[in-house]
């Protein structure tokens, strides 16, 4: 018989008291609590806070179509296949209900951090890695709305001492190909010729593989190492078309993933060669780990997908950590101080200028909610009277 | 200047008084209403209402993290290309909120209708088809706990008259391949040697090929027309392996597809040869219509997917009306009473046993609040003290 199971799941909404129609995924957070055994363990979902905690209390619906709470509280969790048990039952149970993808994601990196406290040790200890190697952070921004202000950012990103960086979102691949091409050599000349430049066009031609082809020139020009998400992810014969006229510039997608399945998909039919998971989204870092391990049996690079808080960014990094030849790590330095103030620590960049994940139980990182307090919303969803959800008190 | 507009859009949740734990549908329903230029249309989403709610009121997260409503509200609404629009807009807007398909189905249904009711033409006539074909309905029914509960129900169904029928979910799959031959064998004894016979696995292999294979010799035995859902919708490396081995016995599934392309996808590398869309969580009929098209094209027979209400069932069988070929329906048996208070009308079959949808404006049928008052919910979303969502009075 089990001892410890999963006593109570919390979750907050905490968001910048002005949020931007830009594509920042920084300005808000769902953030989660778990408590089991005495110890309370911290994740975050990349998702809209409101529908996610929903997911979470919503009535059931049918017996594919369960709240996410039916899953989870009162499940035992003494080790990591009780986790990976929880996230199936979930997925069983749930089935119908697509945000239940989000929600489970906070959940599960919460288990993970908690069960890593109850053991005294690292997340990506349990999840199997004997040792949490140096990642090359590249630094993850949007975009300047001109070439002059891709310059700048590309030249203080340079200042910084970063080795790689990935510009994306913004006007890219709105207007023509020249328009394009003279932010992407903005952004070259500001990096200086030796960093790896990254390009994400954040979805913006949808499935329109000749639309895409003609960004190829520029981006090749520029010596781009991948060109992300051309398009949403479940355009798989766009993406495996383009693939196969990419050249160098090889394509990069899997941040819409919302299970392992669908990353997968895209590494056996998209012919992606960087495979960029999101682990607030795809299901927690059970589902990340899937993934880095296919990824690794098919000879494609595993890259966290992260643009939210200090603690999700941790989380990020932890399902490929022992994977020492996938370098290099999405490391968000524009986000909002929202971002800040879930954790205690933050993910600094060594000497070296590589990140390092903490030696300490858990996902290492101390959430404190005092911290978060300014930014939390009060959130009330009732039923015929009844109160389903409020945001605890901190 | 487009001078009609959407001026609203409204959200019911109804629902049983007591909900069970078995895969039936039927026992809630998310009914949408859309308003514009004096007239108002009706939709449903398949999904949790709760978070589909949430998913149209909650805040803006960031640039592609819109609410639904950002996209829905105050858009213009003249022809079936504003339709497609307004779904292009939440497709991009709320491209990082997985609940927004869901959501997204309802408005688009309801868009359909109102568009209809506006320009006095049936919807099917909107997509694009000059004709509505009879479909022949095939009883959908779960599995009965015993092969005997099982053959009283495929004995029942026969003498209703029903030439087809599916028998899903409950006990089968989960038990050895002995106890899976013993219901087909009564299910097929029970419908006569001419009817057709559809089996729903209700994707409990999850992606296990190995075991998904036994089930086909008993499903050969008794000549099953088709297994549908032996997985999950993502797992298309599984659905393409037992496609190859699967013989006379085709692969149906489609239902869990939340855009078109996932569709398309389960056709192009999952080799199913029936693809079962339901409106009310691809994205409505605009996203079903393209299936459907892209189905005929590839040769695979279009299949309705609806276990809901009435309204839900017209509205599934709008985007494959002109396929004279693609010739069954799923059709509910055992629906609970609050899918048949959302209309008037019901879609009975007609004296040759087909189901013909109506020749009225938008999906022909009649909604009236007054009837579904009795499961209405009182729902209450708010943050900081205001009030994002209130159950409208009826």
Known sequence: MASTRVESVDFFYVA??????????????C??????????????????????IAAFVCPMS???????????????????????????????????????????????????????????????????YAKAYPKLPYASVLFGDSPEETLGKAT?????????????????????????????VAAREGLGADAR????????WVDDVERAKKSLPALEAVKAT???????????????????VSGKVRLAGGE?????HVARNMIDYGGIGFVQIDAGRIGGLTDAKRVADYAQAKGVTFVNHSFQSQLALCGSMQPFAGIEKDE??????????????????????????????????????????ARFKPYLLDVEIKIGGRMLYRTPRV
């Not at 910048?16 to 808000?28: K, L, N, T, W, Y």
């Open 328 to 369: 290099i790590c999405e490391y968000p330095i524009e986000a909002r101080d929202v971002a800040y103030a879930i954790t205690v620590e933050r993910l600094d960049r060594g000497a070296d200028g590589f990140v390092r994940l903490p030696e300490k139980p858990g996902l290492g990182m101390t959430v404190d909610p």
């Open 197 to 204: 430049l990254l390009v994400d066009a954040g979805t913006v």
């Open 156 to 184: 203080a990103i340079r200042t910084k001492g970063f080795r790689a960086a990935k510009f994306g979102w913004g006007p890219f691949g709105t207007k023509d190909a020249k328009y394009d091409s003279d932010h992407l």
């Open 62 to 128: 049918h017996s594919a179509c369960h709240p996410v709470s039916a899953s989870v509280l009162g499940e035992p969790l003494e080790t990591p296949d009780d986790i990976r048990r929880i996230s199936a039952k979930v997925r069983a149970r749930s089935a119908d209900s697509l945000q239940a993808s989000h929600t489970l994601s906070g959940i599960d990196m919460a288990l993970w951090d908690l069960l890593g406290r109850l053991r005294d040790e690292p997340a990506w200890k349990l999840l199997g």
């Open 31 to 52: 953030v989660v609590r778990v408590a089991a055994g005495g110890q309370v363990g911290w994740g975050e979902c990349e998702a809209a806070p409101l529908p996610s």
């Open 226 to 244: 991948w060109l992300e998400e051309p398009f949403i992810s479940s355009a798989l014969g766009s993406y495996g078309a383009l693939a196969k």
């Open 256 to 260: 819409g993933a919302h299970d392992w």
């Open 16 to 29: 910048m008291p002005h949020i931007e129609d830009i594509g920042d995924g920084s300005q808000d957070a």
